[in-house]
């Protein structure tokens, strides 16, 4: 097979041909990734209740099946395997949330309480998993970073009443810290809207993101936070305008960065500034860059599936710019006057 080189300085082997469906490996539930790294309203799942637990939505006017949860998360393990061969890769950690029942045609009418196993069907409507490969790991500022992957998928975004059409997924690759479970995904490590009809189009866009990603370009610039710190005052200015932008007239928001957080999001926030043992403050009240950026991913742990890979995403741009203010003096209006 021809070799082709990547930017992560390994190497991955080009397929000759694109992976059909049957060829795809299945994961087994040996050594699982952590699931900690979101919580809201979701619960975790096995890759085996997925398969044998759980019916694959169709699009109705033609009867043609979706994507599954579980191909989505075959597939991407399998690129994984693919583009870091040698290395260890613990099996996907899975949640999900807005289960979609149902019951098989016999228990028609049937009271609820009364229905048996066998009489029930589900799916979910929402499917988030990461892939920990813990043999790629770096120590940044005092925290054990493994290299991390995976993908969401969202019916609720699918025309699933139409005829089959290109199905719509996400899919990151980037770093979990493993004190706090947090992400730590640049743009340059996110596809946020991958769009495609077969499963080996979605294998090759897959492999495609693993092999451009830049591990080393994310590490330095996650090295680089902890070298500016924020005052209590320049703190507290940057969570109360936090709060305000939120109410700002769409005119005044022109040309200010988003950092759409709720208001529990910042009270978790400005809790951890005191309260976090692992992202606190200092002993001079000072909190440094990185330590902020953990405490906004954790906050963004409560967002929805479908909604808390693009806030994960932005926490870093937004820091980025956060970082560039402070070292430059140049005015940013959640610092402004400071």
């Not at 005829?163 to 706090?180: H, Q």
């Not at 590490?219 to 005052?231: G, I, N, Q």
């Not at 200092?282 to 990185?290: F, I, K, P, R, S």
């Given at each position: 097979m021809e070799q082709l080189a990547i930017n992560n300085s390994r190497v991955i082997s080009e397929l000759p041909v694109p992976l059909e469906a049957?060829?795809?490996?299945?994961?087994?539930?040996?050594?699982?990734?952590?699931?900690?790294?979101i919580g809201a309203n979701t619960h975790q799942v096995s890759y085996r209740h997925l398969k044998e637990k759980c019916t694959i939505p169709v699009?109705?006017?033609?009867?043609?099946?979706?994507?599954?949860?579980?191909?989505?998360?075959?597939?991407?393990?399998?690129?994984?395997?693919?583009?870091?061969?040698?290395?260890?890769?613990?099996?996907?950690?899975?949640?999900?949330?807005?289960?979609?029942?149902?019951?098989?045609p016999e228990a028609v009418g049937k009271p609820a309480k009364d229905l048996v196993e066998r009489e029930k069907t589900i799916y979910y409507?929402?499917?988030?998993?990461?892939?920990?490969?813990?043999?790629?790991?770096?120590?940044?500022?005092?925290?054990?970073?493994?290299?991390?992957?995976?993908g969401v998928r969202a019916y609720n975004v699918e025309n699933l009443y139409g005829?089959?059409?290109?199905?719509?997924?996400?899919?990151?690759?980037?770093?979990?810290?493993?004190?706090?479970c947090n992400l730590c995904v640049s743009s340059d490590g996110y596809l946020e809207d991958l769009r495609t009809r077969t499963v080996s189009e979605l294998f090759n866009r897959v492999v495609q993101l693993f092999g451009m990603y830049n591990m080393d370009k994310?590490?330095?610039?996650?090295?680089?936070?902890?070298?500016?710190?924020?005052?209590?005052?320049?703190?507290?200015?940057?969570?109360?305008?936090?709060?305000?932008?939120?109410?700002?007239?769409?005119?005044?928001?022109?040309?200010?960065?988003?950092?759409?957080?709720?208001?529990?999001?910042?009270?978790?926030?400005?809790?951890?500034y005191y309260h976090d043992k692992a992202f606190?403050?200092?002993?001079?009240?000072?909190?440094?860059?990185?330590r902020f950026y953990n405490l906004l991913t954790g906050a963004y742990k409560s967002s929805y599936i479908d909604t808390f890979l693009d806030r994960t995403v932005n926490t870093l741009s937004f820091t980025r710019l956060l970082l560039e203010s402070l070292k430059t003096v140049q005015t940013l209006w959640y610092l402004d006057g400071q």
């Open positions: 049957e060829e795809i490996v299945e994961v087994t539930e040996e050594a699982l990734s952590d699931d900690r790294f699009f109705a006017k033609d009867n043609e099946s979706t994507i599954s949860h579980q191909e989505f998360v075959d597939i991407v393990s399998q690129a994984a395997h693919l583009a870091f061969q040698g290395e260890h890769i613990s099996e996907p950690a899975i949640r999900v949330s807005h289960p979609i029942k149902g019951r098989i409507e929402r499917m988030a998993f990461l892939i920990e490969i813990p043999s790629i790991s770096e120590d940044i500022n005092g925290n054990s970073l493994a290299l991390s992957l995976g005829r089959k059409t290109e199905e719509k997924f996400r899919v990151f690759i980037g770093y979990k810290n493993r004190v706090c994310d590490l330095r610039t996650f090295e680089s936070l902890s070298e500016y710190v924020l005052s209590e005052r320049q703190f507290a200015q940057l969570v109360g305008r936090l709060r305000m932008y939120q109410f700002l007239k769409p005119s005044e928001k022109v040309g200010i960065p988003p950092l759409t957080l709720g208001d529990s999001q910042v009270n978790s926030v400005i809790r951890g606190q403050r200092d002993a001079y009240a000072n909190l440094d860059m990185w």
